[in-house]
C-alpha cells in the first residue's frame, strides 16, 4: 500500500508540474482570445450602426424632397390637378413608409444604440406636420420640418458613436465613416438650405440677416467639401484600390457642388446687380423686427439654379451611396481576418496542449513501468532471500547482517554456489 501510494504521490508531481507549465499559457490564450472577441463585435457593431444610418439617410433625403416641395406647394395654387400637389403628397406617403420601417428597426436596435428618445421625438414631429401641414403657412412649414431634419442629423451622429464608427481604429476605414456620419449629411443640409432660396419660383426677397446666413451656408458647404476631398485623398493613399470604386463619385460630388455654390454665392449672395433698397438704419431695424424682407428684386434663371443644386445633392448621396459598400467590405474583411486569427490561436492552443499531455502521458507511462521493474525486482530479491534461508544451513548463516549482504551480493553474483538439495 505504502509502495503504491508512493507511485500515486509522484504521478501527481508530475500533473502538477505540467499544470503549472499549462494553466498560464490557457490564461494568456484565453485573453489573446476574448480580446479578438471583442474586436469583432466592435467591427460587427459598426456594420449594424451602417444598416441604421443608411435608413436614415434615405428619410433624410426624402424630408429635404419634401421640405423644397412643402415651400413650392404652399406657396402656389393647390388644386388636385396641380404635380406640385401631388408631389408633395406622394412625399409624404414615402416619409410615412420609411417611418414605418424604421420603427421596426428601432424596436430591434434601441437597446444597442440607445435611440428611444431621439426617435420618437421624429415620429411624433412627423406625426404633428403630417396632420397640420396644409393648414399652415410655407414660413411655419419650414420651421417644423427644418427641426426634423435637424433631429435626423443628430441620431445619424449619435448613431455614429453608440455604433463604434465615430471610433474605428484603421485609419481608412476611420475616414470614411468621418464622410458618411458627419461631413455629407451635414453638407446635404446646407446644400438643401441653399436650394431652398429658390424654391418660390420668383424674385428673390432676402433680408440682410438672410442673406448673411446663405453666407454662412455657403462657407459651411465648402468646408465640408474640402474635409470630405482631404479625407478621402488619405483613405486612397492607404488603399488605393478604392480610388477607382470612390474617386469618380467624389470628383463629380465636388464639380457640382462647387458649380452651385459658386453659381449662388455669385447671382444671388454676393450679386452686385442686386441692390438692396437703401433705407435708413431705423427702418431697417424696425422690419427685422417684424421680419420684413428688404427685396432684393431680380429675375435670375431660378429653373437653371434649381437644378444645378438639384444635381449637387443627388451627388453627395451618391457619393454617400458609393461609400457604404467600400466601408462594409473593409470591415467584413476586418471581421474575416480577426476570425482567421481567432481559429489559429484555437488550433495553435490545441497542438500545445496536445504536446503537454503527450508529454504527460509519456512521463507517466515511463514512471509506471519503472515502478511495476522496481516492484519485480523487489520481489525477486524477497524470493531469493528466503530461498537463501530456507536452503542454508543454520551454521553457515552470516554473523552480522552486513555479513548477510555481503553473502547475498556473493549468492546474485554466483548462484551455482547454493548448496544442491
Same mark, same amino acid.
Given at each position: 500500500?505504502?509502495?503504491?501510494?508512493?507511485?500515486?504521490?509522484?504521478?501527481?508531481?508530475?500533473?502538477?508540474?505540467?499544470?503549472?507549465?499549462?494553466?498560464?499559457?490557457?490564461?494568456?490564450?484565453?485573453?489573446?482570445?476574448?480580446e479578438i472577441n471583442v474586436q469583432i463585435n466592435f467591427a460587427h457593431k459598426e456594420l449594424i450602426g451602417?444598416?441604421?444610418?443608411?435608413?436614415?439617410?434615405?428619410?433624410?433625403?426624402?424630408?429635404?424632397?419634401?421640405?423644397?416641395?412643402?415651400?413650392?406647394?404652399?406657396?402656389?395654387?393647390?388644386?388636385?390637378?396641380?404635380?406640385?400637389?401631388?408631389?408633395?403628397?406622394?412625399?409624404?406617403?414615402?416619409?410615412?413608409?420609411?417611418?414605418?420601417?424604421?420603427?421596426?428597426? *428601432?424596436?430591434? !436596435?434601441?437597446?444597442?444604440?440607445?435611440? =428611444?428618445?431621439?426617435?420618437?421625438? &421624429?415620429? /411624433? @414631429?412627423?406625426?404633428? +406636420?403630417?396632420?397640420?401641414?396644409?393648414?399652415?403657412?410655407?414660413?411655419?412649414?419650414?420651421?417644423?420640418?427644418?427641426?426634423?431634419?435637424?433631429?435626423?442629423?443628430?441620431?445619424?451622429?449619435?448613431?455614429?458613436?453608440?455604433?463604434?464608427?465615430?471610433? *474605428?481604429?484603421? !485609419?481608412?476605414?476611420?475616414?470614411?465613416? =468621418?464622410?458618411?456620419?458627419?461631413? &455629407?449629411? /451635414? @453638407?446635404?443640409?446646407? +446644400?438643401?438650405?441653399?436650394?431652398?432660396?429658390?424654391?418660390?419660383?420668383?424674385?428673390?426677397?432676402?433680408?440682410?440677416?438672410?442673406?448673411?446666413?446663405?453666407?454662412?451656408?455657403?462657407?459651411?458647404?465648402?468646408?465640408?467639401?474640402?474635409?470630405?476631398?482631404?479625407?478621402?485623398?488619405?483613405?486612397?493613399?492607404?488603399?488605393?484600390?478604392?480610388?477607382?470604386? &470612390?474617386?469618380?463619385?467624389?470628383?463629380?460630388?465636388?464639380?457640382?457642388?462647387?458649380?452651385?455654390?459658386?453659381?449662388?454665392?455669385?447671382?444671388?449672395?454676393?450679386?452686385?446687380?442686386?441692390?438692396?433698397?437703401?433705407?435708413?438704419?431705423?427702418?431697417?431695424?424696425?422690419?427685422?423686427?417684424?421680419?420684413?424682407?428688404?427685396?432684393?428684386?431680380?429675375?435670375?434663371?431660378?429653373?437653371?439654379?434649381?437644378?444645378?443644386?438639384?444635381?449637387?445633392?443627388?451627388?453627395?448621396?451618391?457619393?454617400?451611396?458609393?461609400?457604404?459598400?467600400?466601408?462594409?467590405?473593409?470591415?467584413?474583411?476586418?471581421?474575416?481576418?480577426?476570425?482567421?486569427?481567432?481559429?489559429?490561436?484555437?488550433?495553435?492552443?490545441?497542438?500545445?496542449?496536445?504536446?503537454?499531455?503527450?508529454?504527460?502521458?509519456?512521463?507517466?507511462?515511463?514512471?509506471?513501468?519503472?515502478?511495476?521493474?522496481?516492484?519485480?525486482?523487489?520481489?525477486q530479491q524477497e524470493k531469493t532471500e528466503m530461498l537463501l534461508l530456507n536452503v542454508l544451513p543454520k551454521?553457515?548463516?552470516?554473523?552480522?547482517?552486513?555479513?548477510?549482504?555481503?553473502?547475498?551480493?556473493?549468492?546474485?553474483?554466483?548462484?551455482?554456489?547454493?548448496?544442491?538439495?
Amino acid at each position: 500500500m505504502i509502495k503504491n501510494l508512493k507511485f500515486i504521490t509522484t504521478s501527481a508531481k508530475l500533473l502538477a508540474l505540467v499544470l503549472v507549465f499549462i494553466t498560464p499559457f490557457i490564461f494568456v490564450t484565453y485573453q489573446l482570445v476574448s480580446e479578438i472577441n471583442v474586436q469583432i463585435n466592435f467591427a460587427h457593431k459598426e456594420l449594424i450602426g451602417i444598416a441604421y444610418n443608411q435608413s436614415m439617410r434615405q428619410l433624410l433625403e426624402q424630408f429635404q424632397e419634401h421640405r423644397l416641395l412643402s415651400q413650392l406647394y404652399l406657396a402656389e395654387d393647390s388644386k388636385p390637378e396641380n404635380q406640385t400637389r401631388v408631389a408633395w403628397e406622394n412625399s409624404r406617403t414615402k416619409i410615412s413608409q420609411s417611418v414605418q420601417e424604421i420603427n421596426l428597426l *428601432d424596436q430591434r !436596435l434601441r437597446i444597442n444604440f440607445k435611440t =428611444t428618445d431621439k426617435w420618437t421625438a &421624429i415620429v /411624433k @414631429n412627423w406625426q404633428n +406636420l403630417l396632420s397640420q401641414e396644409s393648414k399652415i403657412t410655407p414660413a411655419q412649414s419650414w420651421e417644423d420640418s427644418n427641426l426634423i431634419i435637424t433631429q435626423i442629423l443628430s441620431l445619424i451622429t449619435h448613431v455614429g458613436d453608440t455604433s463604434n464608427l465615430s471610433f *474605428d481604429p484603421a !485609419l481608412d476605414s476611420y475616414y470614411l465613416v =468621418t464622410a458618411l456620419v458627419r461631413h &455629407i449629411p /451635414k @453638407n446635404v443640409d446646407s +446644400l438643401d438650405q441653399l436650394r431652398a432660396v429658390l424654391a418660390p419660383r420668383k424674385n428673390i426677397q432676402l433680408t440682410p440677416r438672410e442673406r448673411a446666413e446663405l453666407l454662412v451656408l455657403y462657407s459651411l458647404s465648402k468646408s465640408s467639401m474640402t474635409e470630405i476631398k482631404r479625407g478621402l485623398e488619405i483613405v486612397f493613399s492607404i488603399n488605393p484600390d478604392l480610388r477607382p470604386r &470612390i474617386g469618380f463619385k467624389l470628383k463629380e460630388s465636388l464639380r457640382s457642388n462647387e458649380l452651385f455654390v459658386a453659381l449662388m454665392n455669385q447671382k444671388v449672395i454676393s450679386n452686385d446687380d442686386i441692390e438692396l433698397q437703401k433705407v435708413d438704419q431705423e427702418r431697417v431695424d424696425s422690419e427685422q423686427e417684424t421680419n420684413s424682407p428688404v427685396i432684393a428684386t431680380i429675375d435670375p434663371q431660378l429653373e437653371q439654379y434649381l437644378a444645378h443644386g438639384n444635381q449637387a445633392i443627388a451627388a453627395q448621396y451618391q457619393l454617400y451611396d458609393a461609400i457604404v459598400p467600400a466601408l462594409q467590405e473593409l470591415l467584413q474583411q476586418r471581421i474575416d481576418h480577426l476570425q482567421q486569427r481567432k481559429n489559429q490561436v484555437k488550433i495553435f492552443t490545441l497542438m500545445v496542449l496536445a504536446v503537454f499531455v503527450y508529454i504527460f502521458f509519456a512521463l507517466a507511462s515511463n514512471q509506471r513501468k519503472r515502478f511495476h521493474a522496481e516492484q519485480s525486482l523487489r520481489q525477486q530479491q524477497e524470493k531469493t532471500e528466503m530461498l537463501l534461508l530456507n536452503v542454508l544451513p543454520k551454521r553457515s548463516l552470516p554473523a552480522s547482517n552486513r555479513e548477510m549482504k555481503r553473502s547475498l551480493i556473493t549468492l546474485r553474483k554466483s548462484p551455482s554456489s547454493l548448496p544442491t538439495l
